[in-house]
């Protein structure tokens, strides 16, 4: 009987890079609280968007943005 | 707001709606009452505070308390307004002009956020901006709570838990454990500095 050659395991693929995060997550990546992150928003240091039910999102470009400049 | 809650009992979804939003956005039923308060307390203590600012341009400042700020100027650190936030002042030929300076520790830089001639002006700026931030993150956790009951409960009106949510957190006393690390804090970062 012959054999099927195994496969070898591919390994997981990296999962796409998130485009935009939560204001919970871009306080967690930037380690401040969240009042600092809306302090940012209001004082035009992050440029939010919004999702479809109003939610703001911070765009990855933004956080990086921020992190270079600051 | 009103709390919805006052009229009409909740029905037994929506008990378990709001027990789940609560443990949803717990950190935010945290955070955004402390936040609060301390804004709170600074438009409490605003005429004390312009008054140290005040007393303290008259007088010499200690070296240490010398700082240099982005648009190139030395600064004054009179009174500690927040973590990192002080209020500022800077000599000058006929009085002194006054400033709210962030300091970011990672990068040793200090950022004017507002500044001005009269001291009571330029808190009553900084407050503003800081009751502008609140009513931003207000609308925002509307939103995420909204957007939270929809999708774990569709098809149901889940509004008046929304917005007994929101009354919550936008009303509801610091705990007292958080109330005790933020007095602690205080001890800390607060004194005022003539």
């Known amino acids: 009987m012959e054999t099927i050659p195994q496969t070898e395991a591919q390994p997981n693929p990296t999962p796409p890079e998130r485009l935009a995060y939560s204001i919970q997550e871009a306080a967690d990546m930037l380690g401040v609280n969240y009042f600092s992150v809306y302090r940012l928003i209001q004082r035009g240091k992050l440029k939010p968007c919004r999702a479809l039910r109003g939610k703001l999102l911070v765009p990855r470009t933004e956080l990086l943005k921020l992190l270079a400049t600051e | ?194």
């Not at chain 2, 982005?70 to 800077?90: A, N, P, T, Y």
């Not at chain 2, 929101?166 to 804090?185: M, R």
Request: glycine content about 4%; overall charge negative.
């Open chain 2, 1 to 194: 707001m009103n709390n919805p809650f006052e009229h009409r009992r909740p029905t037994e979804l929506e008990d378990k709606a709001h027990a789940e939003a609560v443990r949803h956005f717990a950190e935010h039923l945290k955070q955004f009452p402390a936040s609060r308060e301390a804004v709170e307390r600074l438009e409490r203590d605003a005429d004390k505070i312009a008054l140290a600012a005040n007393r303290a341009a008259t007088k010499p400042t200690p070296k240490e308390n010398v700082i240099q700020a982005d648009d190139g100027k030395q600064w004054h650190k009179s009174v500690d307004l927040m973590e990192d936030i002080h209020f500022c002042h800077r000599p000058i030929s006929y009085g002194a002009e006054y400033a709210v300076v962030e300091h970011f520790p990672a990068h040793g830089t200090n950022e004017i956020l507002n500044r001005g001639w009269n001291a009571g002006e330029v808190l009553k700026a900084f407050t503003q901006g800081l009751r502008q931030t609140l009513q931003v993150w207000t609308e925002d956790m509307t939103a995420q709570v909204k957007e939270f009951l929809s999708e774990k409960f569709p098809g149901q009106d889940l509004s008046r838990i929304a917005d007994a949510f929101i009354h919550k957190c936008t009303t509801q006393a610091v705990s007292k454990k958080h109330e005790l690390t933020h007095d602690h804090e205080q001890n800390h970062s607060r004194g005022i500095r003539i």
